[in-house]
Every structure is written in C-alpha cells, then in structure tokens.
Nanobody
Framework: QVQLVESGGGLVQPGGSLRLSCAASGNIFELYVVGWYRQAPGNQREWVANIAPSGSTNFPDSVKGRFSISRDTAKNTVYLQMNSLKPEDTAVYYC?????????????WGQGTQVTVSS
C-alpha cells in the first residue's frame, strides 16, 4: 500500500509561482510512475505531469514550459513547480503513483491540494 500526501497549495496571483509537494510513504520511485493531475469544478481530472522511474518527465502542451516535476529520493518526495500561473490553472491538484506488474495495475492517489490563481 502506498500513501501519498500533497501539500503546498494556496492562493496565488496570475503570473505567480507555487511548488507542490507529494510525500510518499516509502521509496517508490524505482517502481512507480509518479504524476500530478488536476480537477477543476465541473471538469474531468486532467494529467499535468509525470516522472518515470528512469527520471524522464512528461507534460501536456497546456503546461509545457511552465511546469516542471522533480523528485528527492532521500525524502521520498516529488515536487511540481508551477510558474507563470494562469486563472485556468485553478484546480485541486492530486498526486498519483502507478505501476503495472503481471497484468495488474497498482494505482494510488493523494487527497489533493487546492490551487487558486486569482487577482
């Protein structure tokens, strides 16, 4: 069982920055793809970044160049650095850890942290 705890959300003005943290219950980075998703009211959950066990990172076009993802294996923590924030980035941000093995998918979620971009 993997537990994920997000932190770092809050209110920020357009153009500002925030860094979200996702603390995992153990060293999962060698086995799991860890990602960030977001969900705004009335919208489906949307993927915004992930980092693979290899360290490679991926982003959708909507955040590419503004968001970055990194990890600190000593702290079992993944970070989402968000720059040049826009009002449309307002959402609850969730951390996810996923792994597929022998035909099974192991999928864990954090409780979410609210990000509000507003003047």
């Amino acid at each position: 069982q993997v537990q994920l705890v997000e932190s770092g959300g809050g209110l920020v003005q357009p153009g500002g920055s925030l860094r979200l943290s996702c603390a995992a219950s153990g060293n999962i980075f060698e086995l799991y793809v860890v990602g960030w998703y977001r969900q705004a009211p009335g919208n489906q959950r949307e993927w915004v970044a992930n980092i693979a066990p290899s360290g490679s990172t991926n982003f959708p076009d909507s955040v590419k160049g503004r968001f970055s993802i990194s990890r600190d294996t000593a702290k079992n923590t993944v970070y989402l650095q968000m720059n040049s924030l826009k009002p449309e980035d307002t959402a609850v941000y969730y951390c996810n850890a996923q792994r597929s093995r022998l035909g099974f998918t192991y999928d864990y979620w954090g409780q979410g942290t609210q990000v509000t971009v507003s003047s």
